[in-house]
């Protein structure tokens, strides 16, 4: 169910205004961001509305994009005319909402707005704000000075962030002692500690290390998800362990575990970094006959490859299915197959492909034929 109809029916329900679940239904369809703000901020004089977490994430996403700051920071400051700024959840959202926009001075001034009496819940929140801005030389020192001053224990979540920040920094040993933190201060490391330490290692050359933390994880009781055999599978791809990736990926059945595209482009990038198509093809074939779909990431290192293995019928056919599956991928990989179209002399097919990218209607591509040499 959509996000707008998840909204309709709660309100539906409800005595307030009919008119409600027609301008929610309003707000998303606005093209004129200046309209979106207008109308955000009257419908948040509803108290409901104003319970709906999800159009708020979804519009400030779409502002966060279109970069417009000011206008993020205006409908988020008229949230705190309202009684709920006095509640610690709706400031943790506004803090979040903030960090995701990567205006984490306004995350923490909302943070720095509420009561003495702050829980680990808001501690997190602005720490998960500085993460989320990029502001990882913030990080560590914001994280010892809250929790000193406080009073207030890190959590589970507290050290997560701190590994996650540390991650992102590429400082993997130290994401690696704060790992060890955990079960120092008496708690154990869930699901979330475990895989943003493999993604992280695995994907960043730190194949041994991965193997330690997988090894750690497995005789935990916290059993690996699609996201941590995602992560191993890059990591012995990387390491040039095709035929391992393809014995790993064999154990995802009977964990009940189901693939995704991403477990498939890791087998896929491993057969085609050893240069064999065949396989390459065959992987893709089983990722067509699955319940995923392919991704531009997908079709960008199949096409890539197709054209330097010299097979440019099936980089026609993958640049044509781009189209099909509605999928944008970088104009540079596409235009590899009407440069190669024009080397083999088949310039109609190649003018027939510019055509389609230029033309069609989800997106269109500057693609342009060789200048004749």
Request: proline share 2%; charged share 30%.
């Amino acid at each position: 169910m959509s996000t707008v109809s998840r909204i309709i029916r709660r309100f539906s329900t409800t005595t307030i205004t009919t008119k409600t679940p027609s301008i929610s239904e309003d707000l998303y369809k606005e093209k004129n961001l200046k309209r979106v703000v207008e109308k955000f901020k009257k419908l948040s004089e509803s108290h409901l509305f104003r319970k709906q977490s999800n159009v708020y994430t979804n519009t400030v996403r779409r502002l966060a994009s279109a970069k417009k700051l000011k206008y993020i920071e205006e409908i988020l400051e008229d949230q705190k005319q309202y009684d709920d700024i006095s509640k610690e959840g709706f400031n943790v959202r506004l803090i979040s909402l903030y960090g995701k926009s990567g205006m984490f001075d306004h995350a923490f001034k909302v943070f720095d707005e509420m009561s003495d009496k702050k829980s680990v819940k808001a501690f997190n929140a602005v720490l998960g704000a500085c993460v989320n801005a990029k502001k990882f030389d913030r990080v560590e020192e914001m994280f010892k000075d809250l929790f000193k001053e406080s009073g207030v224990s890190p959590d589970v979540v507290s050290w997560n962030t701190m590994i996650k920040a540390f991650v992102e920094m590429g400082k993997f040993d130290l994401a690696c002692e704060v790992f060890g933190e955990i079960e120092k201060n008496g708690l154990e490391p869930d699901l979330i500690s475990f895989n943003t330490l493999l993604i992280g290692l695995y994907g960043n050359g730190r194949f041994v290390d991965g193997e330690r933390f997988w090894g750690k994880m497995i005789e935990s009781s916290v059993a690996p998800d699609i996201r941590s055999y995602n992560a191993r599978l890059v990591g012995l791809v990387a390491e040039k362990k095709v035929n391992e990736a393809v014995e790993v990926f064999g154990e995802l059945g009977s964990k009940n575990i189901t693939p995704d595209v991403f477990s498939y482009n890791a087998v896929i990038n491993g057969f085609c970094n050893n240069g064999d198509l065949q396989e390459a093809k065959k992987w893709f074939g089983k990722l067509m006959e699955s319940d995923s779909v392919p991704n531009k990431a997908t079709y960008a290192t199949l096409i890539r490859f197709a054209c330097k293995m010299g097979d440019l019928d099936w980089a026609v056919e993958l640049y044509k299915q781009t189209f099909g599956e509605r999928c944008v991928v970088d104009p540079n990989v596409m235009q590899l197959v009407i440069d190669g179209l024009v080397k083999e002399s088949k310039t109609d097919e190649a003018k027939e492909l510019v055509g389609i990218g230029y033309s069609n209607k989800f997106r269109r591509y500057n693609l342009v034929m060789p200048a004749d040499e």
